[in-house]
């Protein structure tokens, strides 16, 4: 990389980030392409892990002519120098410095190379303990989502993993989580995870989804914009069919049960406003409950960045810009929509900061198909979301002893007890009164949970950190005054 050469670090190596890796380099701007996983290609584009040596990698993969053509890409580009990947780099923190000029620091030799306007830090493999400190010109967040799941009596058994959870264990691990299995909850992912797990031979007792289809008819318009997406999905239900595994629509997951592990779910049909209908209670044996209810964007970065966020997503303009200069976004992290529209938002985020970073304004007539694909595309999850949302009223199942908050092990009783008892009006004061949310994962998983059971409004979460970072580290995160002078500068 030349000193001229304008740097893009881009954080993620999914959909959208490769996506945006190679419309970038392919324009001459060098990419760095932070990941925290050991390979690219994010959760859609998962793949075995190399020692496994899989025979057939592809068997589990949807799209795989089109994960080709962008892994033959990338190597080229990696080969050629204009791409480097950092693999298990878990970025904590993108520090925005402020524009400083040679002539601006009398007291210091002149450096070799002008300084980067941004540095992202990150920790080093699993022990995530060894500090790294990427400089770059501009930054493109292209973090994904996580799982939501809201909790039910007995969700803490072990055997109740989450959908995707599975989902990654088989493809990335070619494990299976158990014998018998129930998919439950709520969400499109639920069939490629009940599809994949039959096929590598799980019993899959049932799908347990709580989405009305009369739903899908009322939007049957918006949703026919994508027949392809439509046609998936009916794949998907065809395969269902085939390997008799029994659909149960309208229905939701009301208990585990087990002892040390699960051993079997109630499951119940819902009426029109979310709430189980008396007597439609059933037992059904397994030893593996994958539940998810749908996916939440990623935005510590972002917020840390200063970014605006939109409800739970980060805010872009047409180009995928966020609203602070210098910083791009693209993928799930500004909004659910799966990997066709991560791929769509990453390019048109890779060509625009291409561009920018040369001081050209970007020409969008270059991108029109992709913006086209993009329209449409978040146009379809929109009614998609409104299809799959959560039950209404499921907060009213989770009885008081039920763990919400599973890193700091705190009930639903006391929760419900800081906002009706002593006076909690708002997410902060229940986290202060009860740790909910103060623990390892900093309430991303409980964080949808508190708000619902509480009342209290789900906001942005302003974690100053994305990931938890050892007190030596940050204590020497200072240390380095150029990011020049840090090791991978
Ligand atoms: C567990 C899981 C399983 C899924 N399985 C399927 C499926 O089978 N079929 C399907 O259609 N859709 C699936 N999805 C949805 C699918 O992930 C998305 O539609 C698509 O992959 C989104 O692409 P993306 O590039 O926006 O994000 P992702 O593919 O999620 O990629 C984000 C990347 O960012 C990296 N990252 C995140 N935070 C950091 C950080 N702080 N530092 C460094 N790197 C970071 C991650 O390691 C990841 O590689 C799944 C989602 C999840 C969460």
Redesign the pocket.
Known sequence: MSAEQPHLAV????????AAALAAAGRGVHVTL????DA???????QPTAALRARRPKALH?QWRTWRRIGEALDRHLAAGHITHLPE????CVEKHPDRRRDQRPDRQPNPQPPRRFTVH?LLGPEQETPVAVPADAVLL??????NVLPFPGWTLPGVV?A??A??ML?GALVVPGRAAVVAGTG??LL??AT?LAAAGVSVAALVESADPKAFVRRAGRLARRPDKLVEGAGFAAELLRRRVRTLVRHTVVEAHGVDRLEAVTVAAIDAQGRVRPGTERRIPCDTLAVGHG?LP?T??AESLGCRIDGVHVYVDDEQRTDVPGVWA????TG????A??LAE?HIAGRSATARLRGREPDSHAWAAAAKSRGALREFFAALSAVYAPPAHWAERVTDDTVVCRCEEVTAGSVREAVGELGAGDLRTVKLLTRAGMGWCQGRMCGAAVAGITGCREGAARRLL??PVPLGVLARAGDAEDPEDTPAG
């Not at 690219?40 to 584009?45: H, I, M, N, R």
């Open positions: 954080i993620g190596a999914g959909p959208a980030g490769l932070v990941d925290s996983a690219v290609g994010g959760q859609f584009y998962r949807h780099h878990h970025a904590w990150a292209a973090t994904g989502g996580y799982e989450t995707g959870g989902q990654a493809k499109p992912l490629p995870v994949g996916m990623h510590d970065l693209a993928g799930e992290t659910i929509g799966g990997a529209l991560s990453g994305a990931r």
